[in-house]
């Protein structure tokens, strides 16, 4: 069986070690096997990124750009192959895994513009013939840790903008679904990066807590669940690493009487079962305010509901795919029978979907959950999954107050035609990433990608201008080049 195995300083290796099946969602077939990397496979990694260091540092940022528009252009020539990679083993359709790609290849565009973002920061005559500035120094060999749900997409928020600051970088993506992830990294290779400067190891635990451990790694994007976001932060802080670490989510949307219900409706049918409610930015819940405005919410969206199309990965008919694992469909599923369990109505129900040719998919139909309220642990847990609940309140207060008490603050999104509202909705709402009748409000690359609360543990956001500061050290240094004659004497007050 096909094994994916790793790239190491520039080649590709499979060190013969513990594997794991990779299936195909849509069939729940085993289609390859993954290599797992043992700790001196991933050391390997380290070795070679650490080696290629000083020469990659000391590239200009110009030449280090140059690599990321080639790299640009392969990933736009490769479309195809990678939506085809990304829907045979995460499951997602190839409209869906195109626009994953775009939003990552965006990411790319943004790195080219490394000599502008790393331009540093300049003072004249700070004092007598002084001159001061600073500049952002790369930090050595840093690692990233990713996520099934979005193979291409968040590999690329981390290592375009690394390495192009001069980092080397190890990469250790999901080991569900590997394939395209490696693709893309093979790509940058041709692109003209040095052997060395990005690395790939697939792995589970053993590789991650070796990245976490070794010193030689000196910062980790982590993006995932919360519980593991958690361990990676506290254990990468204890060792001394600089962390960043986001987390899952449990994204609310206010919908307000004046809404254009219509449009909200349209919104939130895509905002929820878009990839099978398998992104960190899915609305899982909507939040309506007044009887009238949740009658309504729930009548249109059923009917919305009535064309929603789950099936395999290579129909391009189809709105969304499986979920990723049976466990996981099983655990969807679960969620659904707790909430009716402890009263809630399932209004449409996807728990026993009929995927023709497909039966033994990971399949998990649209489903839509009415009188969901916050003790429900269907309400209080991420599902993960193509459910959208909802919470009936009587104001836009109570229904803030949800949002705010809740442990996760990563997207929120209010419809409403008040600017007032809205406006206020922003400014109060715990939440970091906001949107006003925009139901995914993903930033573009050239803004960063965050969350609040149990969302992100640490201080920089992910991609965009807070990756220059994550992936580079300040330095400021200040210079005196004493004009002959005019010598100083000895000073002991504090220089000012
Ligand atoms: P996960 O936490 O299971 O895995 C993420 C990574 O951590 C993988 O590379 C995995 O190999 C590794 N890992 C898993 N268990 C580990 C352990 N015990 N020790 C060390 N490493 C371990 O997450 P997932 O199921 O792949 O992805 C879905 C989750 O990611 C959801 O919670 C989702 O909300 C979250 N997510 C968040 C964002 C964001 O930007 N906040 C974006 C995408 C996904």
């Given at each position: 069986?096909?094994?994916?195995?790793?790239?190491?300083?520039?080649?590709?290796?499979?060190?013969?070690?513990?594997?794991?099946?990779?299936?195909?969602?849509?069939?729940?077939?085993?289609?390859?096997?993954?290599?797992?990397?043992?700790?001196?496979?991933?050391?390997?990694?380290?070795?070679?990124?650490?080696?290629?260091?000083?020469?990659?540092?000391?590239?200009?940022?110009?030449?280090?750009a140059q690599?990321m528009f080639?790299f640009k252009?392969?990933?736009?020539?490769?479309?195809?192959?990678?939506?085809?990679?990304?829907?045979?083993?995460?499951?997602?359709?190839?409209?869906?895994?195109?626009?994953?790609?775009?939003?990552?290849?965006?990411?790319v565009e943004y790195a080219c513009g490394a000599p502008?973002?790393?331009?540093?920061?300049?003072?004249?005559?700070?004092?007598?013939?002084?001159?001061?500035?600073?500049?952002?120094?790369?930090?050595?060999?840093?690692?990233?840790?990713?996520?099934?749900?979005?193979?291409?997409?968040?590999?690329?928020?981390?290592?375009p903008?690394?390495?192009v600051?001069?980092?080397?970088?190890?990469?250790?993506?999901?080991?569900?679904?590997?394939?395209?992830?490696?693709?893309?990294?093979?790509?940058?290779?041709?692109?003209?990066?040095?052997?060395?400067?990005?690395?790939?190891?697939?792995?589970?635990?053993?590789?991650?807590?070796?990245?976490?451990?070794?010193?030689?790694?000196?910062?980790?994007?982590?993006?995932?669940?919360?519980?593991?976001?958690?361990?990676?932060?506290?254990?990468?802080?204890?060792?001394?690493?600089?962390?960043?670490?986001?987390?899952?989510?449990?994204?609310?949307?206010?919908?307000?009487?004046?809404?254009?219900?219509?449009?909200?409706?349209?919104?939130?049918?895509?905002?929820?079962?878009?990839?099978?409610?398998?992104?960190?930015?899915?609305?899982?819940?909507?939040?309506?305010?007044?009887?009238?405005?949740?009658?309504?919410?729930?009548?249109?969206?059923?009917?919305?509901?009535?064309?929603?199309?789950?099936?395999?990965?290579?129909?391009?008919?189809?709105?969304?795919?499986?979920?990723?694992?049976?466990?996981?469909?099983?655990?969807?599923?679960?969620?659904?029978?707790?909430?009716?369990?402890?009263?809630?109505?399932?209004?449409?129900?996807?728990?026993?979907?009929?995927?023709?040719?497909?039966?033994?998919?990971?399949?998990?139909?649209?489903?839509?959950?009415?009188?969901?309220?916050?003790?429900?642990?269907?309400?209080?847990?991420?599902?993960?999954?193509?459910?959208?609940?909802?919470?009936?309140?009587?104001?836009?207060?109570?229904?803030?107050?949800?949002?705010?008490?809740?442990?996760?603050?990563?997207?929120?999104?209010?419809?409403?035609?008040?600017?007032?509202?809205?406006?206020?909705?922003?400014?109060?709402?715990?939440?970091?990433?906001?949107?006003?009748?925009?139901?995914?409000?993903?930033?573009?690359?050239?803004?960063?990608?965050?969350?609040?609360?149990?969302?992100?543990?640490?201080?920089?956001?992910?991609?965009?201008?807070?990756?220059?500061?994550?992936?580079?050290?300040?330095?400021?240094?200040?210079?005196?080049?004493?004009?002959?004659?005019?010598?100083?004497?000895?000073?002991?007050?504090?220089?000012?």
């Amino acid at each position: 069986m096909n094994i994916v195995g790793h790239l190491i300083n520039g080649e590709m290796c499979n060190n013969a070690e513990r594997t794991q099946d990779i299936f195909n969602p849509s069939t729940g077939e085993v289609s390859k096997q993954v290599a797992l990397a043992s700790t001196a496979t991933v050391e390997e990694a380290i070795a070679a990124a650490k080696a290629a260091f000083p020469a990659w540092r000391n590239t200009p940022p110009a030449k280090r750009a140059q690599v990321m528009f080639r790299f640009k252009m392969l990933l736009e020539q490769n479309v195809d192959k990678i939506c085809a990679l990304i829907g045979e083993e995460h499951g997602k359709i190839s409209h869906d895994a195109a626009g994953e790609l775009q939003r990552g290849i965006e990411n790319v565009e943004y790195a080219c513009g490394a000599p502008e973002l790393l331009k540093g920061e300049h003072s004249k005559n700070v004092g007598p013939n002084i001159d001061s500035w600073s500049e952002f120094q790369p930090l050595g060999v840093v690692a990233g840790i990713t996520p099934f749900n979005f193979p291409a997409m968040v590999p690329l928020w981390m290592y375009p903008m690394a390495i192009v600051c001069g980092n080397c970088f190890v990469l250790k993506p999901s080991e569900r679904d590997p394939s395209s992830t490696l693709f893309i990294a093979q790509l940058l290779q041709e692109a003209g990066l040095p052997n060395g400067v990005m690395n790939v190891v697939n792995g589970d635990k053993e590789a991650v807590d070796c990245l976490l451990g070794h010193d030689d790694v000196k910062a980790v994007s982590f993006v995932g669940s919360t519980s593991i976001a958690e361990y990676i932060y506290s254990t990468a802080n204890a060792n001394g690493k600089r962390c960043q670490a986001l987390g899952g989510a449990k994204n609310h949307a206010i919908v307000m009487p004046d809404a254009d219900m219509d449009n909200a409706v349209n919104q939130l049918v895509g905002a929820a079962f878009g990839s099978s409610g398998e992104r960190c930015m899915a609305l899982s819940v909507a939040v309506a305010v007044g009887d009238n405005a949740a009658d309504a919410l729930v009548s249109k969206m059923t009917k919305a509901m009535e064309n929603l199309k789950v099936g395999a990965y290579c129909d391009s008919g189809n709105d969304f795919g499986p979920v990723i694992t049976s466990q996981h469909q099983q655990k969807v599923v679960g969620y659904i029978n707790s909430a009716e369990e402890q009263g809630a109505k399932v209004v449409v129900d996807g728990r026993n979907p009929q995927v023709e040719g497909f039966a033994n998919g990971f399949f998990v139909g649209g489903t839509l959950i009415d009188n969901v309220t916050p003790e429900m642990v269907s309400y209080k847990e991420e599902i993960f999954g193509p459910v959208l609940q909802v919470v009936r309140v009587d104001t836009m207060e109570q229904a803030m107050q949800l949002i705010n008490d809740h442990e996760y603050g990563n997207g929120t999104c209010i419809f409403t035609r008040d600017g007032e509202a809205a406006r206020y909705f922003s400014d109060n709402i715990q939440v970091g990433m906001v949107g006003i009748n925009v139901p995914l409000p993903v930033p573009v690359s050239y803004h960063s990608f965050g969350g609040w609360k149990r969302s992100l543990f640490g201080d920089l956001h992910a991609y965009g201008p807070d990756a220059v500061r994550f992936y580079t050290k300040r330095k400021t240094i200040t210079q005196r080049w004493p004009s002959a004659g005019v010598r100083e004497g000895a000073q002991f007050a504090f220089p000012a």
